[in-house]
Nanobody, 120 residues
């Protein structure tokens, strides 16, 4: 019913920046909360940052001061600006959205993931 497509991942040098995007489409009426998660090899998926429809943001300690989450409600798109990237930021990043569909059903949607690799 709802599709999330991430883009913007890739290979970046230590200290560099990347901007991830997450575009939602499908039978959606409204996107409530959006979030970015990541999963490194051998580790559990963890929440990096989240943002409500009212633009209230929350960050993991590891992301504070370096990452900025934002969204454009008119475009049904979310973003994660990542600066001062560190080796520990290497992971697959997933977009998550809690969506109210046009049938007024709440669904929890995930993107396919985008690889971020920080090289030293």
């Amino acid at each position: 019913q709802v599709q999330l497509v991430e883009s913007g991942g890739g290979l970046v040098q230590l200290g560099g920046s990347l901007r991830l995007s997450c575009a939602a489409s499908g039978r959606l009426f409204r996107i409530n909360e959006m979030g970015w998660y990541r999963q490194a090899p051998g580790k559990q998926r963890e929440l990096v940052a989240s943002i409500t429809r009212e633009m209230v943001t929350s960050y993991a300690d590891s992301a504070k001061g370096r990452f900025t989450i934002s969204r454009d409600n008119a475009k049904n798109t979310g973003y994660l600006q990542m600066n001062s990237l560190e080796s520990d930021d290497t992971a697959v990043y997933y977009c998550n959205a809690r969506v109210l569909t046009i049938t007024l059903t709440l669904v929890d949607s995930w993107g396919q993931g985008t690889q971020v690799t920080v090289s030293s």
